[in-house]
Protein backbone atom coordinates (compact mmCIF):
# COMPACT_ATOMS: atom_id res chain seq x y z
CA UNK A 1 0.00 0.00 0.00
CA UNK A 2 1.24 3.36 -0.98
CA UNK A 3 1.62 6.05 1.79
CA UNK A 4 3.07 9.49 2.68
CA UNK A 5 4.77 10.82 5.75
CA UNK A 6 5.29 14.50 6.59
CA UNK A 7 7.35 14.46 9.80
CA UNK A 8 7.03 17.81 10.98
CA UNK A 9 3.33 19.13 11.89
CA UNK A 10 4.52 22.38 12.13
CA UNK A 11 7.43 24.64 10.60
CA UNK A 12 8.22 27.87 11.42
CA UNK A 13 10.57 30.11 9.63
CA UNK A 14 11.05 33.77 9.78
CA UNK A 15 10.19 35.42 7.03
CA UNK A 16 12.95 36.16 4.05
CA UNK A 17 14.95 32.92 4.66
CA UNK A 18 14.72 30.08 3.03
CA UNK A 19 12.15 26.97 4.03
CA UNK A 20 12.06 23.45 3.86
CA UNK A 21 9.22 21.25 4.22
CA UNK A 22 9.97 17.13 4.31
CA UNK A 23 7.67 14.58 3.15
CA UNK A 24 8.74 10.64 2.41
CA UNK A 25 6.96 8.21 0.60
CA UNK A 26 6.08 4.07 -0.10
CA UNK A 27 4.75 2.87 -3.16
CA UNK A 28 5.19 -0.02 -5.56
CA UNK A 29 6.68 0.92 -8.65
CA UNK A 30 7.45 4.23 -9.51
CA UNK A 31 6.02 7.37 -8.15
CA UNK A 32 3.88 10.50 -8.88
CA UNK A 33 4.43 13.05 -6.67
CA UNK A 34 2.79 16.16 -5.79
CA UNK A 35 2.00 19.39 -3.66
CA UNK A 36 -0.85 21.13 -2.44
CA UNK A 37 -1.15 23.95 -0.41
CA UNK A 38 -4.93 24.95 1.14
CA UNK A 39 -5.38 28.04 2.89
CA UNK A 40 -7.98 28.60 5.81
CA UNK A 41 -11.67 28.14 4.44
CA UNK A 42 -10.42 27.49 0.93
CA UNK A 43 -9.90 24.03 -1.03
CA UNK A 44 -6.40 22.72 -1.58
CA UNK A 45 -4.42 24.20 -4.57
CA UNK A 46 -1.89 22.23 -6.82
CA UNK A 47 1.47 23.61 -6.40
CA UNK A 48 3.48 21.20 -8.45
CA UNK A 49 4.24 17.82 -9.13
CA UNK A 50 6.75 15.31 -10.22
CA UNK A 51 5.94 12.74 -13.06
CA UNK A 52 9.55 11.95 -14.77
CA UNK A 53 12.51 13.60 -15.53
CA UNK A 54 14.56 16.21 -13.74
CA UNK A 55 14.69 15.56 -10.42
CA UNK A 56 14.24 19.61 -9.49
CA UNK A 57 10.43 20.21 -10.23
CA UNK A 58 9.49 24.06 -10.39
CA UNK A 59 5.91 25.16 -9.18
CA UNK A 60 3.67 28.14 -8.61
CA UNK A 61 4.43 30.86 -6.38
CA UNK A 62 8.10 30.39 -5.87
CA UNK A 63 7.85 26.92 -4.76
CA UNK A 64 10.12 24.01 -5.58
CA UNK A 65 10.42 20.47 -5.02
CA UNK A 66 13.26 17.77 -5.01
CA UNK A 67 12.79 13.87 -5.75
CA UNK A 68 15.38 11.23 -4.39
CA UNK A 69 14.78 7.88 -5.37
CA UNK A 70 17.59 6.82 -3.06
CA UNK A 71 15.44 8.32 0.26
CA UNK A 72 12.16 8.33 -1.40
CA UNK A 73 11.59 11.63 -0.25
CA UNK A 74 9.90 14.95 -2.02
CA UNK A 75 10.46 17.88 -0.09
CA UNK A 76 9.28 21.19 -1.08
CA UNK A 77 11.73 24.32 -0.54
CA UNK A 78 11.51 27.89 -1.23
CA UNK A 79 14.65 30.51 -0.89
CA UNK A 80 13.07 33.18 0.44
CA UNK A 81 9.61 32.79 2.67
CA UNK A 82 6.77 35.19 2.47
CA UNK A 83 4.57 35.77 5.31
CA UNK A 84 1.83 34.62 2.79
CA UNK A 85 2.87 31.68 2.24
CA UNK A 86 1.56 30.54 5.76
CA UNK A 87 -0.59 27.91 5.13
CA UNK A 88 -1.15 23.96 5.48
CA UNK A 89 1.13 22.23 2.94
CA UNK A 90 0.08 18.51 1.89
CA UNK A 91 2.29 15.85 0.15
CA UNK A 92 0.62 13.24 -2.00
CA UNK A 93 1.29 10.35 -3.64
CA UNK A 94 0.08 7.97 -6.22
CA UNK A 95 1.40 4.79 -7.84
CA UNK A 96 2.38 4.60 -11.62
CA UNK A 97 0.16 0.84 -12.28
CA UNK A 98 -3.66 1.11 -12.47
CA UNK A 99 -6.37 3.36 -11.04
CA UNK A 100 -4.55 3.39 -8.13
CA UNK A 101 -5.81 6.64 -5.74
CA UNK A 102 -4.00 9.75 -4.58
CA UNK A 103 -2.70 9.48 -0.75
CA UNK A 104 -2.12 12.60 1.05
CA UNK A 105 -0.09 12.85 4.28
CA UNK A 106 -1.38 14.53 7.48
CA UNK A 107 -0.07 17.85 6.34
CA UNK A 108 2.24 20.40 7.72
CA UNK A 109 1.37 23.97 8.75
CA UNK A 110 3.87 26.25 7.78
CA UNK A 111 4.12 29.68 9.72
CA UNK A 112 6.40 32.40 8.50
CA UNK A 113 7.28 35.05 11.01
CA UNK A 114 7.73 38.95 9.87
CA UNK B 1 -10.52 31.36 -13.56
CA UNK B 2 -12.70 28.60 -13.42
CA UNK B 3 -13.28 27.13 -9.94
CA UNK B 4 -15.16 23.64 -8.62
CA UNK B 5 -18.52 24.73 -6.66
CA UNK B 6 -19.79 23.15 -3.89
CA UNK B 7 -22.80 23.20 -1.47
CA UNK B 8 -23.52 24.34 0.99
CA UNK B 9 -20.17 25.16 2.74
CA UNK B 10 -21.33 24.56 6.29
CA UNK B 11 -23.77 21.75 7.51
CA UNK B 12 -24.84 21.52 11.15
CA UNK B 13 -27.31 18.29 11.69
CA UNK B 14 -28.10 15.73 14.09
CA UNK B 15 -27.04 12.01 14.31
CA UNK B 16 -29.47 10.01 12.63
CA UNK B 17 -30.54 12.68 9.91
CA UNK B 18 -29.99 12.59 6.09
CA UNK B 19 -27.25 15.74 4.42
CA UNK B 20 -26.37 16.10 0.85
CA UNK B 21 -23.89 17.68 -0.59
CA UNK B 22 -23.49 18.96 -3.82
CA UNK B 23 -20.66 19.40 -6.37
CA UNK B 24 -20.33 21.15 -9.84
CA UNK B 25 -16.60 20.43 -11.46
CA UNK B 26 -14.74 22.67 -13.70
CA UNK B 27 -16.84 22.82 -17.00
CA UNK B 28 -15.14 19.05 -19.15
CA UNK B 29 -13.63 17.96 -16.10
CA UNK B 30 -14.32 14.19 -16.97
CA UNK B 31 -12.58 12.84 -13.31
CA UNK B 32 -15.12 13.84 -10.34
CA UNK B 33 -13.47 12.68 -6.73
CA UNK B 34 -15.10 13.19 -3.10
CA UNK B 35 -12.82 13.17 -0.52
CA UNK B 36 -12.87 13.39 3.22
CA UNK B 37 -10.57 15.33 5.33
CA UNK B 38 -11.03 15.47 9.26
CA UNK B 39 -9.40 17.68 11.14
CA UNK B 40 -5.84 17.38 11.83
CA UNK B 41 -5.11 14.80 8.74
CA UNK B 42 -5.39 14.98 4.77
CA UNK B 43 -8.24 14.31 2.65
CA UNK B 44 -8.60 10.84 1.95
CA UNK B 45 -10.69 9.73 -1.02
CA UNK B 46 -14.42 8.46 -0.95
CA UNK B 47 -15.27 7.97 -4.06
CA UNK B 48 -14.03 9.05 -7.88
CA UNK B 49 -15.73 9.07 -11.23
CA UNK B 50 -15.34 8.69 -14.80
CA UNK B 51 -17.75 10.72 -16.20
CA UNK B 52 -21.10 8.96 -14.98
CA UNK B 53 -19.28 5.96 -13.93
CA UNK B 54 -17.87 4.95 -10.40
CA UNK B 55 -14.24 3.77 -10.90
CA UNK B 56 -13.07 3.29 -6.95
CA UNK B 57 -15.72 3.57 -4.16
CA UNK B 58 -13.71 0.73 -1.94
CA UNK B 59 -13.30 3.36 0.95
CA UNK B 60 -16.85 4.94 0.64
CA UNK B 61 -18.83 3.35 3.31
CA UNK B 62 -21.81 2.29 1.69
CA UNK B 63 -24.22 1.10 4.35
CA UNK B 64 -24.42 4.64 4.65
CA UNK B 65 -22.84 6.98 1.94
CA UNK B 66 -23.84 7.07 -1.94
CA UNK B 67 -23.03 9.31 -4.53
CA UNK B 68 -24.18 9.64 -7.84
CA UNK B 69 -23.42 11.92 -10.90
CA UNK B 70 -25.71 10.92 -13.36
CA UNK B 71 -25.08 13.23 -16.32
CA UNK B 72 -21.53 13.09 -15.78
CA UNK B 73 -21.34 16.82 -14.73
CA UNK B 74 -22.32 17.29 -11.28
CA UNK B 75 -22.57 15.14 -7.98
CA UNK B 76 -24.44 14.79 -5.09
CA UNK B 77 -22.77 12.65 -1.78
CA UNK B 78 -25.38 11.50 0.79
CA UNK B 79 -25.30 10.31 4.21
CA UNK B 80 -28.16 8.69 5.53
CA UNK B 81 -28.07 8.25 8.66
CA UNK B 82 -25.25 11.10 9.66
CA UNK B 83 -23.11 9.56 12.82
CA UNK B 84 -21.32 11.89 15.03
CA UNK B 85 -17.60 10.25 13.32
CA UNK B 86 -18.91 11.65 10.23
CA UNK B 87 -18.11 15.47 11.52
CA UNK B 88 -15.62 16.65 8.70
CA UNK B 89 -14.44 18.50 5.86
CA UNK B 90 -15.91 17.12 2.75
CA UNK B 91 -13.91 18.46 -0.72
CA UNK B 92 -14.60 17.84 -3.85
CA UNK B 93 -12.07 17.44 -6.20
CA UNK B 94 -12.37 17.58 -10.45
CA UNK B 95 -9.85 16.74 -13.21
CA UNK B 96 -9.56 16.68 -17.46
CA UNK B 97 -7.92 13.52 -17.45
CA UNK B 98 -10.05 11.11 -19.31
CA UNK B 99 -7.97 8.24 -18.57
CA UNK B 100 -8.22 5.91 -15.09
CA UNK B 101 -4.81 6.94 -12.80
CA UNK B 102 -4.12 10.22 -14.66
CA UNK B 103 -1.34 12.33 -13.98
CA UNK B 104 -3.35 15.65 -14.23
CA UNK B 105 -3.65 17.71 -10.67
CA UNK B 106 -7.10 18.15 -9.11
CA UNK B 107 -8.42 21.25 -8.71
CA UNK B 108 -10.45 21.64 -5.36
CA UNK B 109 -13.62 23.29 -4.44
CA UNK B 110 -14.04 25.31 -1.10
CA UNK B 111 -15.13 21.71 0.60
CA UNK B 112 -18.82 21.31 2.76
CA UNK B 113 -17.87 21.37 6.66
CA UNK B 114 -20.36 19.35 8.33
CA UNK B 115 -21.04 19.08 12.15
CA UNK B 116 -22.61 15.97 13.53
CA UNK B 117 -24.59 17.01 16.77
Known amino acids: AQSVAQPEDQVNVAEGNPLTVKCTYSVSGNPYLFWYVQYPNRGLQFLLKYITGDNLVKGSYGFEAEFNKSQTSFHLKKPSALVSDSALYFC????????????FGKGTRLSVIA | EAEVAQSPRYKITEKSQAVAFWCDPI?????LYWYRQILGQGPELLVQ????????DSQLPKDRFSAERLKGVDSTLKIQPAELGDSAMYLCASSPTTLAGGLDEQFFGPGTRLTVL
Open chain 2, 49 to 56: FQDESVVD
Open chain 1, 92 to 103: AVRGNSGNTPLV
Open chain 2, 27 to 31: SGHAT
